[in-house]
């Protein structure tokens, strides 16, 4: 097997590279996960204390999602908001979530990562130096956003490697 960025078929040559290292981190991500328990899932770390899995995932299905409209120039619309939101808790922390099962969090996921493919088949390369408004007053290139996405699942994906090294030595005990 020959591995590439390539992006899908009448993809655009710079965005199709962009896309292709979202949906590789994606499968990655996916790989890393596949078989979790919902104890293993949920699990939180010594003395509870860190974000579970199930927490890190639907976080990084509402960032991308949230990269998603940003690159339209749309709002999200409340249904989106209502499945995979809030980004932060009324303590600025990241959701609680506990007792999802991973199949109903990853088929989540699987929309917004659709979405993602769906965008890069209607953007051109020429749009990717676009401008659009990025957190805290902030700015962002289309293609900085994209490969943000990207960038943003390998960040977590250790934390959920981490996760599980811990959880592991836990049953060992």
Not at 28 to 53: C, F, H, W
Not at 112 to 118: D, E, G, L, T
Request: include cysteine; charged fraction near 25%; hydrophobic fraction near 40%.
């Amino acid at each position: 097997m020959i591995l590439d960025l390539k992006g899908e078929h009448k993809m655009e040559p710079v965005i199709g590279m962009l896309y292709a290292m979202v949906d590789e981190n994606y499968k990655r991500l996916k790989s890393i996960v596949a078989g979790m328990s919902q104890e293993e899932l949920d699990y939180k770390g010594p003395n509870q204390k860190y974000n579970s899995t199930a927490q890190l995932l639907k976080h990084l299905s509402y960032v991308d999602l949230s990269w998603v409209f940003r690159i339209k120039g749309e709002m999200i619309p409340k249904e989106y908001e209502e499945k995979l939101g809030p980004m932060l808790d009324e303590n600025g922390q990241l959701p609680l979530i506990k007792g999802i099962s991973l199949e109903v969090i990853i088929n989540q996921y699987d929309d917004v990562v659709n979405m993602i493919r769906n965008l890069c088949y209607q953007l051109t390369d020429k749009q990717l130096n676009h401008i659009v408004n990025y957190e805290n007053g902030n700015q962002a290139t289309i293609q900085w956003g994209i490969w943000h996405i990207a960038d943003h699942s390998r960040y977590h994906q250790a934390h959920i490697n981490q996760l599980r090294k811990w959880y592991s030595l836990k049953l060992v005990w």
